[in-house]
């Protein structure tokens, strides 16, 4: 049975005769992740938070688990929320919480992390910049989805991720082609 003992600014858990820090928890945690074991994990995770409840990585890792496994987005926000508000400045969370506010089209929370995001070290501007440009492109707004795909081109330097926005560029002009013609052919009866 594990039981903590806070001393020395850190927890410390006692199983057996090994000690477990709260880093090692996560660490921990995030092993039964990796081996698919998310009922340890969540359980794991949550021992971190009971011993340290500003472990924002724990909130960002329950935020993601709610988000991909349960489908549960308010709780998801939840988590990720106290992940930025702790840690602003951790650059993992961000791209998944722009991806749950596309998902939940919140429009203006949308642009303001996707800023935040952008000033924060570490981010991958082309990731979120992709992101911006499919939420334009799913609201058929396909003079933003243009230009955010064109900055993420810009903000890469894998030639991967370069041809990947090349073809969505080619898929936007396809689709404003298409939408003139309709509009040309819908307007001249």
Same mark, same amino acid.
């Given at each position: 049975?594990?039981?903590?003992? #806070?001393?020395? !600014?850190? =927890? ?8 477990? @820090? ?12 990796? $081996?698919?074991?998310?009922? &340890? ?6 021992? /971190? ?6 472990? *924002?990585?724990?909130?960002?890792q329950l935020g993601s688990c709610?988000? +991909?496994?349960? #489908? !549960?987005?308010? =709780?998801?926000?939840? +988590?990720? #929320? ?11 969370? $961000?791209?998944? $919480?722009?991806?749950?506010?596309? =998902? ?9 992390? *996707?800023? &935040?995001?952008?000033? /924060?070290?570490?981010?991958?501007? *082309?990731?979120? $910049?992709?992101?911006?440009?499919? +939420?334009?492109e799913e609201q058929q707004n396909? *003079? &933003?989805? &243009? ?8 903000? @890469? ?15 936007? %002009?396809k689709k404003q082609d298409t939408?003139?013609?309709?509009? +040309? @052919? @819908? %307007?001249? !009866?």
């Open positions: 049975m594990l039981r903590p003992d #806070k001393g020395l !600014n850190k =927890t410390i858990y006692f199983h057996m005769d090994v000690l477990y @820090t709260v880093d090692e928890k996560y660490l921990q945690a995030i092993e039964e992740l990796y $081996y698919g074991e998310l009922p &340890k994990a969540l359980h794991l995770f949550n021992e /971190v938070l009971s011993a340290d409840p500003e472990y *924002a990585r724990a909130y960002y709610y988000f +991909y496994q349960f #489908k !549960n987005y308010q =709780t998801a926000g939840y +988590y990720y #929320k106290q992940c930025i508000s702790l840690e602003a400045e951790f650059p993992d969370v $961000y791209e998944h $919480y722009l991806k749950l506010l596309i =998902t939940l089209k919140m429009d203006r929370s949308v642009e303001e992390v *996707a800023q &935040k995001a952008l000033r /924060v070290p570490g981010v991958c501007k *082309a990731r979120i $910049y992709e992101y911006l440009g499919l +939420y334009a396909f *003079a &933003k989805a &243009k230009q955010q795909y064109r900055l993420a081109a810009l903000a @890469t330097a894998v030639p991967a991720e370069h041809n990947l926005f090349q073809d969505h560029l080619e898929r936007i %002009g939408n003139r013609a309709v509009i +040309y @052919t @819908t %307007g001249g !009866n």
